[in-house]
């Protein structure tokens, strides 16, 4: 069966997300026309669940010190769906949301970014980017998984994002919160930053890596886990893409391409109208040693991901049209699955088509060079 009819059979009971069915009982007989004329989806953050097993590869030491972060059984504690970390099955849950494509992030291995071990966190994701590169040769065009290098030893780091690149895997990921050691603003990352560049190789910077509030998060109760939600997750991103844009990272590497993952947009027109302004404010009594806006630089560099961000897609009509980049966030609970095409409609079904499918597709294909990637669509 094709990939656009096989979208929700009949008679199959799917959970989704409350916050679906506002997508879903929107639909109007315009709204229906509007889903039928999308083309295939491209997801640009979607996740896999790797399985427990895959740890028992690592040196007893390294895996000791692994589980005592996830636990034996992971961090995610809720039953996954079919397709979460078994590509055949993937492939059905790609078919049934009209979904062509997805850029793969994990799981579990996420928290390895907040380790403070440095050997551990080296040793663990060359095992996650080995299950990674054996699940994306299932479907090598339609799995691009992004593998996952280590903060601490860039030499090592710069090594294993070209092993992983050689075998068809599709940019870099590193943390969103560096040690604060090393921070972002320190010279620490320009080889990871000169070699990706040259690669052309896009850096991921995934919500909830690195020493973020999320090291915390689960012994937190009450509204304060709405503070770590919304605030201090916001603040983390923020931090992240002020360091690299005012410490002159993409001044200094004008081939390197940043992406913020799972981090939605409404925020981004504010934040970057307010750093213009200072910019240009303080730049009247002192040197900051820019060469652009930083407006200027995101709208040449840098790409963002949206899922539900009813406020953030409002702004497509003026803003983020080159930039911004759909995802579903499948496996988790707030994946639009299996109602994505009817989410984006809602979202975004007052652009005109040709901006719909950048938003959807063509942004993506773009950065991470998918023409000659992609299967065909039968």
Not at 136 to 165: K, Q, S
Not at 277 to 284: A, M, T
Request: glycine content about 6%; charged content about 25%.
């Amino acid at each position: 069966m094709t990939m656009l009819n096989t979208m929700h059979p009949k008679g199959e009971e799917v959970v989704t997300a409350s916050r679906n069915l506002a997508a879903v009982s929107a639909l109007d007989d315009a709204a229906k026309a509007a889903i039928a004329a999308l083309p295939p989806l491209i997801s640009a953050d979607s996740h896999l669940m790797e399985p427990m097993e895959i740890w028992d590869r690592l040196a007893p030491t390294y895996r000791e010190t692994l589980l005592a972060r996830i636990g034996s059984a992971g961090l995610f504690k809720q039953e996954m769906p079919a397709g979460a970390g078994e590509p055949h099955e993937r492939l059905n849950v790609q078919d049934r949301d009209g979904v062509q494509a997805e850029i793969l992030f994990p799981n579990n291995a996420m928290a390895i970014f907040g380790l403070d071990d440095p050997k551990t966190q080296e040793e663990a994701f060359k095992v996650y980017n080995d299950w990674l590169s054996e699940f994306c040769a299932v479907a090598p065009d339609r799995f691009f998984g992004v593998p996952c290098v280590a903060g601490y030893d860039i030499d090592e780091a710069v090594r294993e994002m070209h092993r992983n690149l050689a075998r068809g895997l599709t940019g870099v990921m590193i943390w969103q919160v560096p040690d604060p050691q090393i921070p972002f603003t320190s010279l620490h990352y320009e080889k990871l930053w000169a070699a990706a560049a040259e690669a052309k190789a896009p850096v991921h910077m995934h919500i909830l890596t690195g020493h973020s509030y999320a090291r915390t998060q689960g012994s937190v109760r009450g509204y304060e886990r709405i503070r770590g939600s919304v605030n201090k997750k916001q603040n983390d991103t923020i931090n992240a893409l002020f360091d690299l844009i005012f410490s002159g990272v993409f001044d200094r590497h004008p081939d390197l391409r940043l992406v913020l993952a799972e981090s939605e947009c409404g925020w981004l027109p504010f934040v970057l109208q307010q750093w213009d302004y200072y910019f240009d404010r303080f730049s009247k009594v002192e040197d900051l040693g820019l060469k652009r806006k930083p407006s200027q630089t995101f709208e040449e560099q840098v790409y963002c991901t949206w899922l539900e961000d009813f406020s953030g897609t409002r702004q497509f009509t003026w803003w983020g049209q080159n930039n911004l980049m759909w995802s579903n966030d499948f496996p988790h609970s707030n994946s639009t699955y299996p109602y994505s095409r009817e989410n984006v409609v809602y979202h975004i079904g007052n652009l005109d088509t040709d901006l719909q499918r950048k938003l959807v597709r063509d942004n993506a294909i773009r950065l991470y060079g998918l023409e000659s990637r992609l299967g065909e669509i039968q």
